[in-house]
């Protein structure tokens, strides 16, 4: 997602390392999915480790993280945040407010269906523009 690529560029200027963002970022999935680690998520989903959870998330689950990583991005230039504990918390912050707006609008986002695995969607539109591709071919020969 652009938005956490965004937020690892901010904070890896704010002294967080490889090793924090993935604590950040894990710690924010567990705020957004009522304690649920990334990690418990992806079982459930049935993810490969390889793989990461947002390739197999419904959308709306998708936009709930890339909301709460925009606010957080927004608020650790907005209160100049440093280290991994301060834009932990407030990445946490930010998850948990997103989840509470869907909670309050009856949503559970652990409990939403997963997505179409990503990876089977980019081949599936690669061979439709393949078709289209040599369909429009055939036409211009005709």
């Given at each position: 997602?652009k ?12 002294g ?22 990334t ?5 459930k989903?049935?993810?490969?480790d ?5 390739d197999?998330?419904?959308?709306l ?6 909301f ?14 440093r ?14 407010a ?12 652990e409990?939403l ?14 061979s ?15």
């Amino acid at each position: 997602m652009k938005s956490e690529k965004k937020l690892s560029g901010i904070i890896y200027e704010r002294g967080v390392d490889h090793a924090g963002f993935a604590v950040i970022r894990s710690k924010g999935d567990q705020a957004l999915f009522g304690g649920a680690s990334t990690n418990d998520m992806k079982r459930k989903r049935g993810v490969p480790d390889s793989r990461p959870l947002a390739d197999f998330l419904s959308t709306l689950a998708i936009k709930a993280k890339d909301f709460a990583t925009e606010m957080t991005s927004h608020n650790v230039q907005e209160k100049d945040l440093r280290g991994t504990k301060s834009i932990g918390d407030e990445h946490v912050a930010s998850n948990k407010a997103v989840r509470n707006s869907m909670l309050q609008r009856g949503i559970k986002p652990e409990a939403l269906p997963p997505g179409e695995d990503v990876k089977k969607v980019e081949r599936r539109l690669k061979s439709e523009e393949k078709q289209l591709k040599m369909g429009t071919k055939r036409i211009r020969k005709k």
